[in-house]
């Protein structure tokens, strides 16, 4: 079946302006995750959905990212005024999420994003 | 706090060598480890969890809870292992740590 997908896959902008990054996960998972991934860092996790429960937005570095996600599925991450310092490759992930975090994440190829 | 510390940014071996990708954490409670890989040109996945107790393409993990270290190991690496590791944590709230990866390079 399908995996996670982003899009864009790539995304370049000017300093000060908004973007949006979208995430549609695999069918009939629950748990959506984002990470964030800057040149020679790890991942930092930015924020958790699970099912209808509210979010887990404890690693958003500012009140400038956002997230939501409809209906269960598709998730979008909201950048406002976004600064040089955000760009990354933004990496989403989906787990069926039956048993927490010793579910396997499946991961989406990423939006690199670039901010001038 | 929580962490995941991969100490080695790159790592070199030739092809039949052993190779050992170091892992080590802080938790306070019972974490969740994982190893993840992302080969050239491919999107992240899986490798091994320690949970499973398996070998994947000849890697093998064990959790040593006395050193907190989940190393990574393979007696005789190939060239097709070449690809960027990252260690994982996975804490009771459904968070996930990463480290910030190594880089293996296997030559022939």
């Known amino acids: 079946g399908a995996g996670v997908s982003q899009s864009p896959s790539n995304k370049v902008t000017e300093k000060g302006k908004d973007v949006e990054l979208r995430c549609d996960p695999i069918?009939?998972?629950?748990?959506l995750y984002w990470y964030r991934q800057s040149l020679g860092q790890g991942l930092e996790f930015l924020i958790y959905?699970?099912?209808?429960?509210?979010?887990?937005k404890s690693g958003l570095p500012s009140d400038r990212f956002s997230a939501e996600r409809t209906g269960g599925s598709v998730s979008t991450l909201t950048i406002q005024r976004t600064q040089q310092e955000d760009s990354a490759v933004y990496l989403c992930?989906?787990?069926?999420?039956?048993?927490?975090?010793?579910?396997?994440?499946?991961f989406g190829p990423g939006t690199r994003l670039t901010v001038l | 706090a929580q962490r995941v510390t991969q100490p080695e940014k790159l790592l070199s071996v030739f092809k039949g060598a052993p190779v050992e990708l170091k892992c080590n954490y802080s938790?306070?409670?019972?974490?969740?480890l994982f190893w993840y890989v992302q080969y050239s040109r491919q999107r992240l996945q899986l490798l091994l969890r320690?949970?499973s107790r398996e070998s994947i393409k000849g890697f093998t993990a064990d959790l040593n809870k006395g050193e907190t270290s989940f190393h990574l190991k393979k007696p005789f690496a190939q060239e097709e292992d070449s690809a960027m590791y990252y260690c994982?944590?996975?804490?009771?709230?459904?968070?996930?740590?990463f480290g910030s990866g190594t880089k293996l390079n296997v030559k022939p």
């Open positions: 992930a989906s787990s069926l999420n039956s048993g927490g975090a010793r579910d396997t994440q499946y």
């Open positions: 069918s009939g998972h629950t748990a």
């Open positions: 959905f699970q099912g209808n429960s509210a979010p887990d």
């Open positions: 938790y306070s409670g019972s974490p969740e």
């Open positions: 320690h949970i």
């Open positions: 994982a944590l996975g804490n009771n709230f459904n968070k996930f740590y």
